[in-house]
């Protein structure tokens, strides 16, 4: 059974800087890829970043561009998005997922396992 469990979540000026954390349990695999999506009140989740089992990223959302930057800890399961010169439009619930597959995509449903979600609110 595969958990996904983000943190780090929380208020912050315009401006500020937060970290969020996923840690993944159970077993996915080691040629996955993991994910950060976002929602904002009364809009559509969409892809933030994703990254590959080979560290390669990719930054989907252009408003976070330079601001925002995916890594991960393989050794300890965990999947992190800084997020620097944060503004109030960033402000949404912020989700973490797995796609057991090599290749990235911003494609949702491709990705077999989420978080339930973090807050995330810039004023």
């Known amino acids: 059974h595969v958990q996904l469990v983000e943190s780090g979540g929380g208020s912050v000026q315009a401006g500020g800087s937060l970290r969020l954390d996923c840690l993944a349990s159970g077993s996915t695999g080691t040629r996955n890829v993991m994910a950060w999506f976002r929602q904002a009140p009364g809009k559509e989740r969409e892809a933030v970043a994703c990254l590959t089992w080979r560290d390669e990223p990719t930054v989907y959302a252009d408003s976070v561009e330079g601001r925002f930057t995916i890594s991960r800890d393989g050794d300890k399961n965990t999947v992190y998005l800084q997020m620097s010169s944060l503004k109030p439009e960033d402000t949404a619930m912020y989700y973490c997922?797995?796609?057991?597959?090599?290749?990235?995509?911003?494609?949702?449903?491709?990705?077999?396992?989420w978080g339930q979600g973090t807050q995330v609110t810039v004023s």
């Open positions: 997922a797995v796609r057991v597959d090599m290749r990235c995509t911003r494609v949702q449903a491709l990705y077999n396992y």
